[in-house]
């Protein structure tokens, strides 16, 4: 699938969207990450206020089940960048995935308040799935 940037009308499924938003390719705009190795790059290449590339990176390490204590690092820097419902649902994403599903709740819960306070109508349906899951 192809990323969406947000902001972009269909944002709505970001960070997963099913075709390009504008003429220009999204490999203009988001690093492709494959393995490790190029979300290193990745990360390491991003300038001081980017959030996105190493929430990205850290996403792709939490998709893959890789490299988890890197992306611990990845979504931090992201969230000492600027939080929000992406990286904060991301690092609740995390602490699930080592076994922590409370604490990782309370993360979730933290992320749809960053979505709402930004928008109102914002589509928190992942991190209420999320809850949902991890409250069993």
């Known amino acids: 699938k192809v990323l969406a940037r947000p902001?972009?009308?269909s944002s709505s499924t970001w960070p997963l969207a099913s075709k390009p938003t504008?003429?220009?390719s999204t490999r203009d705009c988001w690093p492709t990450m494959t393995r490790p190795t190029s979300a290193r790059k990745?990360?390491?290449?991003?300038?001081?206020?980017?959030?996105?590339?190493?929430?990205?990176?850290?996403?792709?390490?939490?998709?893959?089940?890789?490299?988890?204590?890197?992306?611990?690092?990845?979504?931090e820097r992201s969230i000492g960048i600027k939080p929000?419902?992406?990286n904060t649902l991301g690092k609740a994403r995390l602490v699930a995935l080592k076994g922590s599903r409370a604490d990782a709740v309370g993360l979730a819960r933290k992320a749809i308040e960053l979505a709402r306070a930004a928008d109102p109508k914002a589509d928190v349906s992942l991190a209420e799935g999320f809850i949902v899951d991890w409250s069993k």
Do not use: H, I, M
């Open 42 to 75: 990745a990360v390491g290449e991003a300038k001081a206020d980017d959030w996105r590339t190493p929430y990205r990176a850290a996403a792709f390490c939490l998709d893959a089940k890789v490299n988890l204590d890197e992306a611990a690092q990845w979504l």
């Open 84 to 86: 929000g419902y992406y």
């Open 22 to 24: 504008s003429s220009r």
């Open 7 to 9: 902001g972009t009308p």
